[in-house]
């Protein structure tokens, strides 16, 4: 009933109203009796997780491969390998940092993307860049990815790294959990990736202000 409420108020105040026939209701750690209650008062779909939300997946448990399938094939189909040869290097270069290179950035700042997904997108633009088709022989390439993927001052051409990004995206939860504690899902329970809260960790130093925030 507080959802449906919550909606109608902000019906009435924007005018802007809720198509509950369109809602999706994911229950996650619910015994049947309160799902079944949410759903008299509030009938809106059931979709148990795995869902796709905002083209991102998301489930209570590791995804399994062909949950990140789709994303790998979504790089794949953004390929214009017809129009290849119409571009230089330098035009596939952008292409790759532009486009390709940002369909997973969604996707890895909620979920870290197995050694495979990452293989498979790289593998993708590297055949994209180099021969402007779907694969490459290694004598097609010209530079290692690893060393295309340097900033341009290291010599490289600033091509994003996937492990590394990925990262970096997951590191600003534990940022805004840190610096806003308004956000609604800051007293959530969450496990951070042991790696990711290292290199949070060293990333970061703490000044005593007004001690409001700092408990001892």
Request: proline share 7%; net charge positive; glycine share 6%.
């Amino acid at each position: 009933m507080l959802t449906k409420g919550i909606l109608e108020l902000f019906a009435a105040d924007s005018g802007l109203r809720t198509n509950i026939e369109k809602c999706l209701t994911s229950p996650i750690q619910c015994f049947l009796e309160d799902t079944v209650s949410l759903l008299q008062h509030f009938p809106s779909k059931l979709s148990p997780l795995p869902i796709t939300y905002l083209g991102i997946p998301l489930a209570a448990r590791k995804l399994k491969k062909c949950e990140l399938q789709p994303l790998v094939d979504k790089v794949n189909d953004c390929l214009p390998t017809w129009k290849a040869k119409l571009l230089s290097k330098a035009g596939r270069a952008v292409l790759v940092k532009a486009k390709l290179s940002a369909i997973p950035v969604h996707t890895a700042m909620a979920n870290a993307l197995p050694p495979w997904v990452i293989k498979c997108i790289d593998k993708h633009c590297r055949a994209f860049l180099w021969t402007g088709s779907d694969s490459a022989k290694l004598g097609n390439c010209l530079l290692a990815w690893s060393k295309v993927c340097r900033p341009p001052d290291l010599g490289g051409l600033g091509f994003l790294d996937l492990e590394l990004f990925g990262y970096a995206l997951r590191m600003r939860w534990l940022w805004f959990k840190r610096t806003d504690p308004s956000r609604p899902w800051d007293n959530l329970p969450d496990v951070a990736e042991p790696l990711v809260t290292s290199m949070f960790h060293a990333s970061v130093s703490v000044q005593i202000g007004d001690r409001q925030n700092s408990l001892f």
